[in-house]
C-alpha cells in the first residue's frame, strides 16, 4: 500500500510524533523541513512543512506560494521576527538566521531548488514577483 501524502498540520504533527520519520520524505522523493516562525499578528507561534535542500551546507527553501501575487505567510512571519525562527529537520531542531539570497547566488540556488521541485519553474511564469529563496544559517 502507497505510503498517505501527508499536508499541513498533519504533516506537522506526523513529523514531529516521528522526528522526521514520517513526513521527511514527500512527494516526488523531496525532502521536507518544519519552519517554525512567530505570526507577526498574532504572536502566536506557526509551523510549516516546507520542500528544502541542503546547498552549502544550509537548509535552503522557496517562498512560492503557488505563484500567487503575495508572498507566503510564512516568509512575512520569517522577517517580521527574524530572531525567533527555528527549523526541524528529522529529529535535529536548532535556531536559524533568515536571509533572501541575491544576485548570482539567487540563479545558482534556484536553479538547484527547481531541479528539486520543477513546478517552481511554473510558479514563477505565473507571478510578476521574483519568488524569494531562503537561505537559513544556523543561528
Excluded: C
Amino acid at each position: 500500500m502507497a505510503e498517505k501524502t501527508l499536508y499541513g498540520d498533519e504533516h506537522v504533527e506526523r513529523y514531529r510524533a516521528t522526528d522526521g520519520e514520517e513526513g521527511y520524505r514527500w512527494r516526488n522523493d523531496t525532502t521536507i523541513l518544519l519552519l517554525e516562525t512567530v505570526g507577526r499578528k498574532s504572536g502566536e507561534p506557526r509551523t510549516h512543512p516546507l520542500i528544502y535542500r541542503e546547498i552549502d551546507g544550509k537548509p535552503t527553501i522557496v517562498a512560492s506560494k503557488g505563484g500567487a501575487p503575495q508572498h507566503p505567510a510564512w516568509y512575512l512571519n520569517l522577517f517580521s521576527n527574524p530572531d525567533n525562527v527555528e527549523v526541524q529537520i528529522k529529529g535535529d531542531r536548532f535556531p536559524v538566521r533568515p536571509r533572501v539570497a541575491e544576485g548570482e547566488e539567487r540563479e545558482r540556488l534556484w536553479e538547484a531548488m527547481v531541479d528539486v521541485w520543477p513546478d517552481y519553474a511554473g510558479y514563477q511564469e505565473k507571478t510578476d514577483r521574483e519568488i524569494p529563496v531562503v537561505v537559513l544559517e544556523r543561528a
